[in-house]
C-alpha cells in the first residue's frame, strides 16, 4: 500500500512568490492534515479537511489556504510568501477522525524562502 | 486549551541503555488521545502508538513500552536496550475528541552512540 506522497520535496522560492504544494493521501483515506515544522515553534496545525471539507484550521494568516479534492488528494498554497514561511511542511492522511485512528504522515515539502 | 510539554529537549545514551522520554499534557476534556511518533532524519513521522483517556493499560511492543497516568497527566514512553536506530526526533502529542488535529509537544532528540 503505498504511503503519503508529497510533492515537490525541496522547494526555494523568493518573497512575494505564491507557492502551492501536493499531497496525495493512502487509497481509502478522506481525512488530510496539513502542519507546519520550524525550529522555532515545533509542529503546527494549519488545517484539516475530510470530503474536501475544511474542519478544522489552525492559527495561520490568511496568506495560507488549501483544499481538498473529490479524490482526497490536497493542495495548500501560501501566498505573498515572507521569510518565515521557510519551513518543513507536512501533510497526514487518516481514514477517518484523528484520535480515534492514526495519522500517517508524508516526508514532507522543505520550503526555503529566500 | 490544550497543552504537551516534553521537558527533555536531548538525550544522549550508549547502546543498550534504556532510554525513558517524558510527555506530560494538560486538557480539560475527558475524552482525548494521546500519541507517540518518532522522526528520522528522513523528515516522516512514524507513528508508534495512540491511546484514549479511557485506556490506561500500559503497553508493550518489543523494545517499547509506555506508561500512561491520567493522575499525572503522563503519557511516558520507553525504549529498552536502545539501538542506533533509534536516533530520532521523538514527539508525544495530544487529539481532542472532535478536534480534527494533533497538538504535539516540543520532541525529544535521542541520540544512541555505538
Known amino acids: 500500500k503505498a504511503g503519503v506522497t508529497q510533492t515537490p520535496r525541496y522547494l526555494i522560492k523568493t518573497r512575494g512568490q505564491q507557492v502551492t504544494l501536493s499531497c496525495s493521501p493512502i487509497?481509502?483515506?478522506?481525512?488530510v492534515s496539513w502542519y507546519q515544522q520550524t525550529p522555532g515553534q515545533g509542529l503546527q496545525f494549519l488545517f484539516e479537511?475530510?470530503?474536501?471539507?475544511?474542519?478544522n484550521k489552525g492559527n495561520f494568516p490568511g496568506r495560507f489556504s488549501g483544499r481538498q479534492f473529490s479524490n482526497s488528494r490536497s493542495e495548500m498554497n501560501v501566498s505573498t510568501l515572507e521569510l518565515g514561511d521557510s519551513a518543513l511542511y507536512l501533510c497526514?492522511?487518516?481514514?477517518?477522525?484523528?484520535?480515534?485512528?492514526?495519522?500517517?504522515f508524508g516526508q514532507g515539502t522543505r520550503l526555503t524562502v529566500v | 486549551a490544550q497543552k504537551v510539554t516534553q521537558a527533555q529537549t536531548e538525550i544522549s545514551v550508549v547502546e543498550k541503555e534504556d532510554v525513558t522520554l517524558d510527555c506530560v499534557y494538560e486538557?480539560?476534556?475527558?475524552?482525548?488521545?494521546l500519541f507517540w511518533y518518532k522522526q528520522p532524519p528522513s523528515g516522516e513521522l512514524v507513528f508508534l502508538i495512540r491511546?484514549?483517556?479511557?485506556?490506561?493499560q500500559n503497553e508493550i511492543s518489543g523494545r517499547y513500552s509506555w506508561n500512561f497516568q491520567k493522575s499525572t497527566s503522563s503519557f511516558n514512553f520507553t525504549i529498552t536496550a536502545s539501538q542506533v536506530v533509534d536516533s530520532a526526533v521523538y514527539f508525544c502529542?495530544?487529539?481532542?475528541?472532535?478536534?480534527?488535529?494533533?497538538?504535539f509537544g516540543a520532541g525529544t532528540t535521542v541520540t544512541v552512540r555505538a
Open positions: 497526514a492522511s487518516s481514514p477517518g477522525q484523528i484520535g480515534n485512528t492514526e495519522a500517517f
Open positions: 487509497s481509502g483515506h478522506r481525512s
Open positions: 479537511y475530510f470530503s474536501e471539507t475544511q474542519r
Open positions: 486538557t480539560r476534556d475527558t475524552t482525548y488521545y
Open positions: 491511546r484514549n483517556s479511557f485506556d490506561e
Open positions: 502529542a495530544l487529539s481532542r475528541s472532535n478536534d480534527y488535529k494533533l497538538s
